[in-house]
């Protein structure tokens, strides 16, 4: 009988079905993001089984004893969460909401989510928020600095939830639409609608996730929970803002996340808390 594989962090393996019955495709990390992708994947090229992890510095080692801790620690933290997603009743979607600041890693973390849910042999739909945007004339309608502003107009929840949370949701059509607008051209989107496979994990990553108009559409839900101070970091990395949370520039978006965490309580709300401030070592604060 072979052996199943399992990690000192989570005591948590893959199944050989698992590790060798599937063929998922990896999707790249974010663009805007280089940091590491560090999902445990699973192939099967003719007869030989691949344990193959991506790390850090984009290399691909088939090698375990060359797997670096940071490698093994996210993975199986991943797979840990993916083990807590609820399993689908019937036909009916399961909606995975990933929420936390303007920095938190919500999108390449629900990128890698995705990923363990596929080879663990679940049909998965991957929508953000982002692609959910309001024009730009409601967005800055405030004023281009206000907190409010960007707490209360930045997203068409009524699209988000006609689009996608309603037809994925319980007795739903399964047929939506990934995207409202486009960001680059402040263009309205009405594409064709596409239909997700019975059962499906849909994981949407985005801001502001557990508000009272969208707190009772998941099935589950993951808060990021980072400081600003780090945040802040990594939005000078990847959109070249101020790194300083306190700096003018950054007050919209900063108050505008307290006022989301004094009306909302996110953390309190949220399935699962993730303490992701490093991102080589995300541990969990809470679970079910």
């Known amino acids: 009988m072979t052996s199943r594989p399992t990690c000192a962090t989570c005591s948590l393996g893959l199944t050989d079905e698992q590790r060798g019955g599937s063929q998922a495709e990896l ?3 974010h663009q805007r993001q280089l940091r ?11 007869s030989t089984v691949m344990d193959t992890r991506r790390c ?14 940071s490698c093994r620690e996210r993975s199986c933290l991943l797979r840990r969460v993916a083990e807590l997603v609820p399993t689908s009743t019937g036909k009916d979607c399961v909606r995975v909401g ?11 973390f629900a990128d890698e989510l995705a990923d363990v849910l596929k080879i ?10 982002d692609d959910f945007h309001n024009v730009s004339a409601v967005r800055y309608r405030r004023g281009r600095s206000s907190p409010e502003g960007f707490w209360l107009d930045s997203f068409n929840y009524t699209r988000l939830r006609a689009d996608v949370l ?4 319980p007795g739903g059509s399964r047929r939506y639409r990934s995207t409202a607008h486009d960001l680059a051209s402040d263009r309205v989107l009405t594409p064709a609608h596409k239909v997700a496979p019975a059962g ?15 707190v009772g559409v998941w099935d589950f839900s993951i808060f990021l929970d980072v400081p600003f101070e780090v945040t802040a970091k990594r939005m000078a ?52």
């Open 27 to 29: 999707r790249a990390p």
């Open 36 to 46: 590491m992708f560090a999902s445990l994947s699973g192939y099967q090229f003719g």
């Open 56 to 69: 850090e510095d984009g290399r691909v080692s088939t090698d375990s004893s060359k797997h670096d801790e």
């Open 98 to 108: 990933i929420d936390g600041v303007d920095g938190s890693d919500k999108t390449v």
């Open 120 to 129: 663990s042999g679940r049909g998965v739909v991957r929508i953000s928020v």
């Open 166 to 169: 309603e037809p994925l949701g």
């Open 200 to 214: 499906s994990v849909v994981v949407v990553d985005g801001l502001f996730l557990h508000r009272d108009e969208l």
């Open 237 to 288: 990395t990847r959109d070249g803002t101020v790194p300083d949370p306190e700096h003018a520039s950054m007050r919209r978006y900063v108050e505008a996340q307290q006022l989301y965490f004094g009306m909302c309580a996110p953390q309190q709300r949220a399935s699962v808390v993730i303490d992701n401030a490093v991102l080589d070592a995300p541990s969990l604060v809470r679970v079910p």
